[in-house]
């Protein structure tokens, strides 16, 4: 047996949503009979311009992607109005938190997150072999005032996940401002917008700002929502430039592939698309809240691609060729997908509770 670090057996893999191909697997069914709305991905693939440069960029994989991301960086400056050193870019945004982490983290520190959150803030702590400190959701949200209390003199990082996966809530950034106001300012505050792009909250707002005129803030986000290239691996990070700097110390080299690369330079051309997306995420968050509510299913309203649903249904839905996300016993949570694929997640919801109705029958 090898020697693992002290530690490192209480630390799982991550589970990631159900594969099409793996289900089919193992319910011996055809693939096309199954929808996955189990991973918060885009349901349309990525821009037809990023396929056709992907495409053109294969060829030359032959050669290590630049490590500095220099072309990258000089697009999304653009785009977001920040200097390219205030950009950090890496294989997922996933990856970014897992580098933070590990850069803060150590025996004797403790992290502070929301709970529950995205399950990457609590592995991430675990590699660091730091502590980590979960603080409940009141009322499905972020209780910022008792994270706040929750902080302690080892802290070292304190993550905000807005809006929060897996609930779907965010936080307005009035609540936002005075955190990170209050936060120490040796702790590292990470606001995680992986699903800005959806967000049509009136008071919210992303943290950019906050980020670049201090040292201890970031912001995280990601390629693999809107952008629909989540198979591809590309997040950035927002801050101070000495601050990434120092983050990038624990990043491995080339973790942002050439192709990634090229697939995200391009996507940033395309900024009309990813509205026009986004409105269609809204669109159909809206129609399926109501029709779960016209259903008297309890779910909690949604600013990202996913909503929170209580429900014990999810072997039920994979009987259905639905795969959502199963969140403890009481809860799943079901992408928003294309607009068939929400008819047939209320299909799949109706079936099952006219059969369980004729089963009470019996
Ligand atoms: C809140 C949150 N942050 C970050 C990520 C990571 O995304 P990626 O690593 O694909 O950029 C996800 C993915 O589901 C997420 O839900």
């Known amino acids: 047996m090898p020697a693992f670090r002290t530690g490192a057996a209480a630390l799982s893999p991550y589970q990631a949503g159900r594969p099409i191909e793996e289900v089919a697997r193992d319910l011996g069914i055809d693939?096309?009979?199954?929808?996955?709305?189990?991973?918060?991905?885009?349901?349309?693939?990525?821009?037809?311009?990023?396929?056709?440069?992907v495409?053109?960029?294969?060829?030359?994989?032959?050669?290590?992607?630049?490590?500095?991301w220099h072309d990258l960086a000089k697009a999304m400056s653009v785009s977001l109005g920040v200097a390219p050193d205030q950009l950090m870019f890496g294989g997922g945004s996933s990856e970014l938190l897992i580098v933070?982490?590990?850069?803060?983290?150590?025996?004797?520190?403790?992290?502070?997150?929301?709970?529950?959150?995205?399950?990457?803030?609590?592995?991430a702590t675990a590699l660091a072999g730091a502590e980590?400190?979960?603080?409940?959701?009141?009322?499905?949200?972020h209780d910022l005032e008792a994270m706040l209390s929750a902080i302690r003199p080892e802290t070292t990082v304190c993550y905000v996940c807005n809006p929060n996966n897996p609930t779907g809530t965010h936080v307005p950034a009035d609540a936002v401002v005075r955190f990170i106001e209050q936060v120490p300012e040796r702790v590292l505050v990470v606001i995680d917008e992986a699903y800005h792009e959806y967000v049509t909250a009136a008071d919210y707002r992303t943290a950019i700002p906050e980020a670049l005129l201090?040292?201890?803030?970031?912001?995280?986000?990601?390629?693999?929502?809107?952008?629909g290239l989540a198979g591809l691996r590309v997040g950035y990070a927002v801050g101070q430039s000495q601050t990434l700097l120092d983050l990038r110390r624990a990043q491995a080299p080339f973790t942002v592939n050439a192709l990634a690369q090229v697939a995200a330079i391009t996507a940033?051309?395309?900024?009309q698309q990813?509205?026009?997306?986004?409105?269609?995420?809204?669109?159909?968050?809206?129609?399926?809240?109501?029709?779960?509510?016209?259903?008297?299913?309890?779910?909690?309203?949604?600013?990202?691609?996913?909503?929170?649903?209580?429900?014990h249904a999810y072997e039920a839905l994979l009987a259905q060729g639905v795969i959502a996300r199963p969140m403890g016993d009481e809860w799943i949570r079901v992408t928003i997908g294309a607009?068939?694929?929400?008819?047939?997640f209320l299909a799949a919801l109706d079936e099952i509770s006219e059969s369980s109705s004729q089963v009470g029958e019996d």
């Open 339 to 344: 607009p068939e694929e929400n008819e047939r």
């Open 31 to 53: 693939p096309a009979r199954l929808i996955k709305l189990a991973s918060n991905e885009s349901p349309v693939g990525p821009f037809p311009e990023v396929i056709e440069a």
């Open 132 to 141: 980590g400190i979960e603080v409940p959701l009141s009322q499905q949200t």
């Open 268 to 271: 940033l051309k395309y900024p």
């Open 214 to 227: 201090r040292p201890n803030v970031v912001v995280t986000r990601t390629f693999s929502k809107v952008y």
């Open 274 to 311: 990813v509205q026009q997306r986004a409105r269609l995420n809204s669109e159909e968050r809206t129609r399926l809240e109501k029709e779960l509510a016209a259903r008297e299913v309890v779910y909690v309203p949604s600013q990202a691609n996913f909503v929170y649903i209580k429900s």
């Open 55 to 68: 495409t053109a960029a294969a060829g030359g994989v032959n050669r290590y992607p630049d490590n500095d």
């Open 100 to 123: 933070i982490a590990l850069s803060v983290g150590g025996a004797g520190t403790s992290a502070v997150y929301a709970w529950p959150s995205f399950i990457i803030y609590r592995m």
